[in-house]
């Protein structure tokens, strides 16, 4: 699992290719076996694969959202606030529980943060994507995640570059001894 984690880096460069629906069909069961608190599953899903509609996605904000463009498929994760407290982490935890199971299937992917984002300055991220695709006022738009075939290599992290000065033990004052 570590070296699995090691090698998976944002992609925002994705070849002109479809994503077989094999692979598209356990992407959508990944999401679906996310965990969530209580076991209320707030988060529902939205696959995009239409080129038009992700186009139009990938204007959702002001910055950091135009690679959508050239996805092969975008995954809108919206949640209802009514159905449980913490919408915010069940969701958040869906988006990178799709986002490992893309890069299990040597895809690759990175999250478009819509919450508290702009679109302009008049309109905030998540009502564009509201009004695009037609989602109901009581949901809220967390995040969209970009999925593809990668078409740039990143080189994996390096275990001797991890921040272990963020890691403590036992008390904030007392630094993880390794």
Not at 77 to 88: G, L, S, Y
């Amino acid at each position: 699992m570590l070296e699995f984690l090691r090698k998976r880096r944002s992609i925002r460069k994705y070849k002109e290719k479809a994503i077989e629906k094999e692979k598209v069909e356990q992407l959508i069961k990944a999401v679906l076996l996310s965990p969530s608190s209580r076991s209320l599953r707030p988060w529902e899903f939205i696959f995009v694969d239409d080129r038009e509609i992700l186009i139009k996605l990938s204007k959702s904000k002001e910055h950091g959202a135009a690679f959508l463009k050239n996805a092969a498929l975008g995954v809108v994760i919206i949640a209802d606030p009514e159905k449980c407290d913490v919408w915010v982490e069940d969701s958040s935890i869906a988006s990178i529980i799709l986002q490992l199971m893309a890069e299990s299937l040597n895809l690759g992917s990175c999250w478009i943060q819509i919450r508290k984002r702009w679109h302009g300055s008049f309109t905030t991220a998540e009502d564009y994507v509201k009004g695009l695709l037609d989602i109901p006022e009581k949901y809220r738009v967390q995040s969209i995640i970009a999925i593809g075939y990668p078409n740039e290599n990143k080189a994996p992290y390096e275990y001797a570059e991890l921040q272990y000065g963020k890691i403590y033990q036992n008390s904030f004052g007392y630094p993880y001894n390794k």
